[in-house]
C-alpha cells in the first residue's frame, strides 16, 4: 500500500521561499510521477508540476517562473520551493502519485493527506 | 490554461442519480480522453473515482460512472447515498508539458 506523507514550513511572510516535502512509502518510486497540486481556500484544485524518477519536471505555466520541483537524493522523496510567496499563494498543498494507462501521467491516484500554508506578514 | 466549468451544485435524494458536468475545450477534454473525477469530503484530500473517462479504480462503487461527448465530461451517482455527499472535481490532461486542467468543482448534497 503506497503512502505519501509531507511536511514542510506552514506559517511564511511575503517573499519568502516556500518549501515541503513528500515522501513515498511502499510501491514503486521509479515507475510514476510525483504531482504537487494546491487548493486555495474555498476555491478549487490547481496542478503546480511533476517529477519522474530520473528527474524530468513538466510545471503548469502560470507558476513555472517561482516554482521548482526536484528529487532529494538517494530518497523516495520529492520537494517543492515556490519562490516570492504572497498571500494569494496561501492553501493546502496536496503531493499525489500521477498515473497512466497509455504512457502519459494522466491521473492521480494517490494523495497526501495535505500541507496548509499561510502566507501572512 | 483556463479552469475546466462545473456547475456549482447539484443534489439528489437517496436513490436517486445525479449528473455532473465537466465543459472543457479542444485542448483538452476535446483531444485526449484522459479526463478523470475526484471526491473530495470536507477536510480531506482527494479520492480518484473515474479515470480515463469511464474506468473505475479499484474499490469504488459501480454506481460511479463517466462518459465524454466533444468538449463536455460528465460523472453520473446513480443510487445516491448519504455518503455521497461531498465536493466533485473533474480533471483533464491537457498535452503540452503533461499540463493537467481541474475543473471549478460542483458540490453535490443529498436531501
Known amino acids: 500500500q503506497v503512502q505519501l506523507q509531507q511536511w514542510g514550513a506552514g506559517l511564511l511572510k511575503p517573499s519568502e521561499t516556500l518549501s515541503l516535502t513528500c515522501a513515498v512509502y511502499?510501491?514503486?518510486?521509479?515507475?510514476?510521477?510525483w504531482s504537487w497540486i494546491r487548493q486555495s481556500p474555498g476555491k478549487g484544485l490547481e496542478w503546480i508540476g511533476e517529477?519522474?524518477?530520473?528527474?524530468?519536471?513538466n510545471y503548469n505555466p502560470s507558476l513555472k517562473s517561482r516554482v521548482t520541483i526536484s528529487l532529494v537524493t538517494s530518497k523516495n522523496q520529492v520537494s517543492l520551493k515556490l519562490s516570492s510567496v504572497t498571500a494569494a499563494d496561501t492553501a493546502v498543498y496536496y503531493c499525489?502519485?500521477?498515473?497512466?494507462?497509455?504512457?502519459?501521467?494522466?491521473?492521480?491516484?494517490?494523495w497526501g493527506k495535505g500541507t496548509t500554508v499561510t502566507v501572512s506578514s | 490554461q483556463s479552469a475546466l466549468t462545473q456547475p456549482p451544485s447539484a443534489s439528489g435524494s437517496p436513490g436517486q442519480s445525479v449528473t455532473i458536468s465537466c465543459t472543457g475545450t479542444?485542448?483538452?477534454?476535446?483531444?485526449?480522453?484522459?479526463v478523470s473525477w475526484y471526491q473530495q469530503h470536507p477536510a480531506k484530500a482527494p479520492k480518484l473515482m473515474i479515470y480515463?473517462?469511464?474506468k473505475r479504480p479499484s474499490g469504488v462503487p459501480d454506481r460511479f460512472s463517466g462518459s465524454k461527448s466533444g468538449n463536455t465530461a460528465s460523472l453520473t451517482v446513480s443510487g445516491l447515498q448519504a455518503e455521497d455527499e461531498a465536493d466533485y472535481f473533474c480533471?483533464?490532461?491537457?498535452?503540452?508539458?503533461?499540463?493537467?486542467?481541474f475543473g471549478t468543482g460542483t458540490k453535490v448534497t443529498v436531501l
Open positions: 511502499g510501491g514503486s518510486f521509479s515507475d510514476y510521477y
Open positions: 480533471t483533464s490532461y491537457a498535452g503540452n508539458n503533461n499540463l493537467k486542467v
Open positions: 479542444i485542448s483538452d477534454i476535446g483531444d485526449y480522453n484522459y
Open positions: 480515463d473517462v469511464s
Open positions: 499525489a502519485r500521477v498515473s497512466g494507462s497509455s504512457g502519459q501521467p494522466c491521473y492521480m491516484d494517490v
Open positions: 517529477i519522474n524518477h530520473s528527474g524530468s519536471t
